[in-house]
């Protein structure tokens, strides 16, 4: 089966698992910005950064016949930094007319704080200015209710904010509601440690259904697993879930949600079927 991986972050991860995620059946994948590992100095790292996303990255996604699509922000690590946040913000529209860049994420809480608040709504005007869908981070652990609850307040209070252009991924049990109850897009993210295993995620798929929703493995420089979606297709497919219904959260439900950039220029496989 064909999927999308809509949430990897590729730049730390080798060919080599470009060319397995391709094996298993990945045709695209979307890339978010995200933090380093450490705290980067200033704007010109941002720049740097942004330029691999946008120009090396889709060629190295290339060699493996896989299409990469990208997201651009300052992440909330890293938004306690409030002048070096709003020096990248600034920055960010040289970028947004990149083929590959579908909008402004992963924004979003950390540890809750008001700068990062600060910051998470001045990512929200920027998208709102030009126009982007918005993916959104929430918190990790016991910070998640609470920052998850505090970002779609602070969504739901901008009249502006069109909830089916935005994507709250890291969901799990407790917060999937909170945002397919207002309208928002969600994602489950599949770690062998932390956030959700497949079998979790085919759990919540059951109790809240396909809509709106969708998978990803974050795939990182920590524990993670590039081919986390086709441990997530072979659980439901031990449930005996139908194929229609695993290709619409893995395949059709990510296509429909990036449809809205102008940028989501994607060529389907030539061939109507893919790996088992």
Same mark, same amino acid.
């Given at each position: 089966?064909?999927?999308?991986? =809509? +949430?990897?972050?590729?730049?730390s991860?080798t %060919?080599?698992?470009?060319?397995? $995620?391709? *094996?298993?059946?990945?045709?695209?994948?979307s890339?978010?910005?995200?933090?380093a590992?450490?705290?980067?100095?200033?704007?010109?790292s941002?720049?740097?950064y942004?330029?691999?996303?946008?120009?090396?990255?889709?060629?190295r996604?290339?060699?493996?016949?896989?299409?990469?699509?990208?997201?651009?922000?300052?992440?909330?690590k890293?938004?306690?930094n409030?002048?070096?946040?709003?020096?990248?913000?600034?920055?960010?529209?040289?970028?947004?007319d990149?083929?590959?860049?579908?909008?402004i994420?992963e924004?979003?809480?950390?540890?809750n704080?008001?700068?990062?608040?600060?910051?998470?709504?001045?990512?929200?005007?920027?998208?709102l200015?030009?126009?982007?869908?918005?993916?959104?981070?929430? =918190? +990790?652990l016991q910070?998640?209710?609470?920052? %998850?609850?505090?970002?779609?307040? $602070?969504? *739901?209070?901008?009249?502006?904010?069109?909830?089916?252009?935005?994507?709250?991924?890291h969901?799990?049990?407790?917060?999937?509601?909170?945002?397919?109850d207002?309208?928002?897009?969600?994602?489950?993210t599949?770690?062998?440690?932390?956030?959700?295993?497949?079998?979790?995620?085919?759990?919540?798929?059951?109790?809240?259904?396909?809509?709106?929703?969708?998978?990803?493995?974050?795939?990182?420089?920590?524990?993670?697993?590039?081919?986390?979606?086709?441990?997530f297709?072979?659980?439901?497919?031990?449930?005996?879930?139908?194929?229609?219904k695993?290709?619409?959260v893995v395949?059709?439900?990510p296509?429909?949600?990036?449809?809205?950039?102008?940028?989501?220029?994607?060529?389907?496989p030539?061939?109507?079927?893919?790996?088992?």
């Open positions: 089966m064909y999927f999308i991986d =809509p +949430h990897v972050h590729m730049i991860r %060919t080599d698992d470009y060319e397995r $995620m391709t *094996r298993m059946g990945c045709v695209a994948i890339e978010p910005a995200f933090w590992g450490y705290d980067r100095g200033s704007v010109e941002f720049r740097d942004f330029r691999q996303l946008t120009e090396f990255e889709p060629t996604a290339g060699w493996s016949g896989i299409q990469h699509f990208t997201w651009l922000c300052i992440n909330a890293e938004a306690e409030i002048e070096l946040s709003r020096e990248v913000i600034k920055m960010i529209p040289e970028f947004l990149r083929p590959n860049v579908l909008g994420g924004i979003g809480l950390n540890k704080t008001m700068n990062e608040s600060t910051i998470f709504q001045e990512h929200m005007e920027l998208a200015r030009f126009n982007q869908l918005i993916l959104i981070h929430t =918190p +990790h910070d998640k209710y609470k920052g %998850t609850h505090m970002i779609v307040d $602070m969504l *739901r209070a901008d009249s502006r904010i069109q909830p089916h252009r935005v994507l709250v991924d969901v799990e049990e407790h917060t999937v509601r909170l945002a397919k207002h309208g928002f897009w969600c994602a489950m599949l770690y062998p440690t932390t956030k959700c295993t497949p079998a979790r995620a085919a759990d919540i798929i059951e109790r809240f259904g396909d809509d709106r929703i969708m998978v990803n493995s974050a795939g990182d420089w920590g524990p993670s697993n590039p081919l986390a979606v086709p441990d297709i072979q659980e439901m497919r031990k449930r005996g879930h139908s194929e229609e695993i290709k619409k395949y059709d439900n296509i429909q949600f990036f449809s809205q950039s102008k940028n989501f220029k994607f060529k389907p030539q061939v109507t079927y893919g790996p088992a």
